[in-house]
Every structure is written in C-alpha cells, then in structure tokens.
C-alpha cells in the first residue's frame, strides 16, 4: 500500500471554491501528487461534540453550515459515499486509546469537509468519515486523537486536519488582491509554526496559544487550529512535517497547509 501523508489543509471562506486564487489552484491539484487513497477521514473546525464523533452513514448528506454566500454555494453537493465499516474502525481505535467515540449515521458533511474535498477530489468518488471536534480539551486531547487514528494510514486512508492556520474573521480584508501581502502578525504567526514543524518540536507546537506570536489575534478561538493536531498526532512519530502550501486570502486568513509522513 502505498504511503499517504497526514494532512492539515486550511478550507477557507466557502468561495474558495468559486473564486480563483493560490490556495484554489494548490487544492485543485494536490491530489495528482497523492497516490489514490481508500478513503478520507476528515476533521473538520465545524463540527464540535462532547466526545469524538464519526459519520456513520452510507450517503452522507452535503451540510450549507454558512450564510450570505450566492445560491450557487448552495446548490452544490459533495455526493461522496460514505464508509460506516471505516466510521466502526476509527470508533474501536478510538475507544482502544480511552475515548468514549461514538458513531453518528445521521450527521452529514458541513463544509469544513466538503469545500477543499470538491477542489481536492471534484469526482467525489473515494468514501469520506468526518470527526468532530471537542474544543473545550485542547491541542493535546486532538493530538493523542490524531495518533490513536495512525492505524489507519496503512489501509490507505487520508486523515486530514481541515481548519485554518490563521481565523481572525474580524480582520479579513474582504477587498484584498489574492496576492496582497499579509500583516505582520498573520506573517510572524505562519512562520513560527512553519519553523517548529520543520524542527520537529512537538512540545512547542502543542503550547502554541502561550508561545506563538500573536496567537490570540491569529485564533480568537481554538477550534479553527485544532483540526492541526488531529494531522499532527497522526503522523509517523518523528517524522518532520512540510509546509506544502503558503498563501492568504483577505490578506488575514492564512491558507497554509502542511503534510505530514
Ligand atoms: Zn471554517
């Protein structure tokens, strides 16, 4: 089987999939640089539980979890199938590792899913599982998820992280050239987490809302960066992520990704 990497992927506004741009045209064609996978587990900033939960349906419906977007956003569907003996596996490693998972047959996929996967895999043809996340437990708890999920990377399985590296909607530049450059703290943040995960510094990445720069502007809340964690945890212990996409949109949301062996 061939290796896949773990992935953090930054899903941006819904226009992301409408509107051309540098992380547009990086999502588009990142997959021909993948070998096929099996399937995708994603966890996805917009689905937030208790406890972990995995869609558990055979068809899982495309969630338009936005509003004052155009109707064609809404129009579109993300008619992937599902994969409920991958949602029972995730389930069982997860409780292997003492998490009380559960499966949600009814939940379909918000957006946080469906938008990078219509770019990434537009034929919607390899099943999808999504994860939720619990934001109240931290960097950590989404990191030893990650990890408790890796198994499932030998079967061919994408696991991927969908969130964004920067989430400020406050300080969109909704008027921004796609290539207008980034304020600084959108800058000093992107490259303070660049740097620990060229180094491997795991500790540190975990502590990131006490020690990256500007980390309170960059996420006035958590649950956009945790999905992060969730690609990081699963990756090969030791082994050195890659930033393999750098760009903003609205100048402010940072739309970096990284992949991880
Ligand atoms: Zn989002």
């Not at 969908?162 to 304020?183: E, F, I, K, V």
Request: charged share 20%; hydrophobic share 45%; aromatic share 8%.
């Amino acid at each position: 089987m061939p290796s896949l990497p773990a992935v953090f992927l930054s899903h941006g506004s819904p226009m992301l999939i409408l509107e051309d741009g540098r992380a547009h045209r990086f999502l588009k064609g990142y997959a021909a640089e993948l070998p096929r996978p099996t399937a995708i587990l994603i966890a996805s900033a917009h689905w937030e539980t208790a406890e972990p939960r995995l869609t558990a349906g055979a068809a899982p419906e495309t969630i338009h979890d936005f509003g004052g977007f155009p109707a064609e956003l809404y129009r579109m569907r993300y008619p992937s199938p599902g994969d409920p003996a991958l949602a029972e596996r995730a389930a069982g490693l997860l409780r292997g590792a003492g998490f009380p998972a559960g499966l949600d047959p009814a939940r379909g996929l918000d957006h946080g899913s469906w938008v990078p996967l219509s770019l990434l895999y537009p034929a919607a043809d390899i099943p999808v599982v999504q994860l939720s996340l619990q934001t109240e437990l931290g960097p950590e708890h989404h990191y030893r998820v990650g990890a408790a999920l890796r198994p499932l990377r030998d079967d061919g399985v994408l696991i991927v992280g969908s969130g964004s590296l920067t989430h400020n909607l406050m300080r969109l530049q909704r008027q921004a050239a796609d290539d207008q450059p980034p304020p600084a703290w959108v800058a000093a943040f992107e490259d303070w987490i660049a740097d620990k995960v060229a180094a491997g510094e795991i500790a540190a990445l975990l502590a990131w809302r006490a020690r990256a720069p500007h980390a309170a502007v960059a996420h006035p809340t958590d649950e956009h960066f945790l999905p992060f964690f969730v690609a990081l945890g699963a990756a090969t212990p030791d082994g050195r992520g890659a930033r393999i996409h750098h760009s903003q949109t609205y100048a402010a949301l940072a739309m970096d990704a990284y992949a991880f062996p």
